[in-house]
């Protein structure tokens, strides 16, 4: 497998850059110094019908490889702002460009070294349009609200991604 060789800068617990930088490796994360954060964009994409996107993820990815998720997103790397970042990652995992974007939570997980900035991105684009990248998704769906809660509360959900939108999701039961 070829992989991309991504630079990170790291961040304190309070959110703020130290200077230093970290070279991902397939499932290195947890090489991250303790105390110290990678930035990490998580996506929640609703399209103006108010269908969610759901996507399938790569059985090469290291962690929840097949898995559907409710969320678009991944690593900033070195210099990016978590916004251009999130609008980065939008694109290149489904080729879609938000017509709005909510910052709806930032969560530190010590567990996987993560500084989670998480958005509702709302879209208007044809819902055929979607590109999946190589490598990161396998498969797509829009899904109704009720479908999205249905999805969110079933076994196979992201259990950690449910956290970053808890209070979204209970916004909308």
């Known amino acids: ?15 703020n850059r130290t200077g230093e930088t970290f ?5 290195n994360y947890m090489k991250i110094p303790e105390g110290r954060f990678h930035l990490v964009v998580d996506l929640l994409v609703l399209h103006e019908d108010g269908s969610y996107l ?24 070195k210099g990016e ?7 980065r990652e939008l694109f290149e995992e489904t080729g879609l460009t938000p017509d709005s974007m909510e910052l709806v939570g930032i969560i ?6 993560s500084m ?12 055929d349009s979607i590109v999946l990248q190589e490598g990161e998704t396998t498969d797509y769906k829009w899904v109704t609200r ?3 809660l249905d ?8 259990k950690t991604h449910n956290l970053r939108y808890e209070k979204y999701i209970n916004s909308i039961r």
């Open 1 to 15: 497998m070829e992989e991309n060789i991504e630079i990170w800068d790291l961040y304190d617990a309070d959110g």
């Open 23 to 27: 070279v991902r490796g397939y499932g």
């Open 54 to 77: 759901l996507t399938k993820r790569s059985d090469i990815k290291d962690i929840y490889p097949g898995y559907w998720e409710a969320s678009a997103g991944g690593s900033a790397i």
């Open 81 to 87: 702002e978590p916004l251009e970042a999130a609008k």
């Open 108 to 113: 530190f997980k010590d567990s996987s070294r």
């Open 116 to 127: 989670y900035y998480s958005y509702l991105v709302k879209v208007s684009c044809d819902k």
């Open 146 to 148: 009720e479908g999205f």
């Open 151 to 158: 999805y969110v509360d079933s076994d196979d959900a992201m």
